[in-house]
């Protein structure tokens, strides 16, 4: 895992930039991230939560092309309005799991107050794979991609921490992004398995 103290964290990010732990790149930037899963032949697929509002117990879940995910947080659950979704306990983790593994998966990842208004905070974003970056977030626009070369993403678990003991901070994300099948290449190999069912029979 990279970190950096919090006196250098800003001076920190800025020389790490983009970068590789096993197979996996991490990076704070957008268009490198969408370049990565257009390279690797893939779409970008975006969750949005606008279609999310209120208290949820027990998770909330919905797809992006064909992979499905499912976000929970514990003990409390989680809240989302103005298309963000976020613990509803300050400093639980946020969880996110994937119904099939993908190459790559990103956020719109930030601290947030009760109301989901984003405020300061120290971030720390963890792959299936232990692979994690630490940064620090003041903006509900902030990204973070991970993508994968050797190795499909299962889960992506979110915790943060406030700069004053005394604030409470909630783990949260705007958008979701993860490298699906782009269309045609979903529909070649959906046709490659008809004809092999066919060559079969």
């Known amino acids: 895992m990279h970190s950096c103290s919090l006196l250098g964290a800003v001076a920190c990010a800025s020389l790490l930039g983009t970068m590789a732990h096993a197979g996996v790149v991490v990076t704070p930037s957008q268009l490198l991230w969408n370049h990565r ?15 999310y509002v209120g208290y949820n117990a027990s998770g ?4 992006v092309g064909d992979v499905t995910w499912t976000a929970s947080a514990s003990p409390s659950g989680l809240l989302a309005s103005n ?51 630490e940064g620090i977030a003041f903006s509900s626009g902030e990204f973070i991609g991970f993508y994968s070369s050797s190795a499909n993403i299962t889960s992506l678990s979110i915790t943060v921490a406030s700069f004053d003991p ?4 909630h783990a949260a994300i705007d958008n979701l ?8 290449v979903a529909a070649l190999v959906g046709l490659a398995g008809l004809l092999a069912k066919r060559r079969r029979t």
């Open 37 to 51: 899963v257009t390279s690797g032949g893939q779409s970008v697929g975006t969750e949005t939560f606008n279609s």
């Open 83 to 133: 298309g963000n979704l976020r613990t509803a306990d300050a400093f639980a983790t946020l969880t996110f799991s994937f119904s099939k593994g993908v190459r790559g998966v990103a956020g719109n990842i930030f601290g947030s107050n009760v109301l989901g208004n984003a405020v300061p905070a120290i971030i720390d974003v963890t792959m299936s794979d232990g692979t994690a970056y």
């Open 60 to 63: 909330v879940t919905g797809d």
């Open 177 to 184: 992004y993860l490298a699906v099948p782009s269309p045609g």
């Open 166 to 169: 005394s604030d409470s901070v």
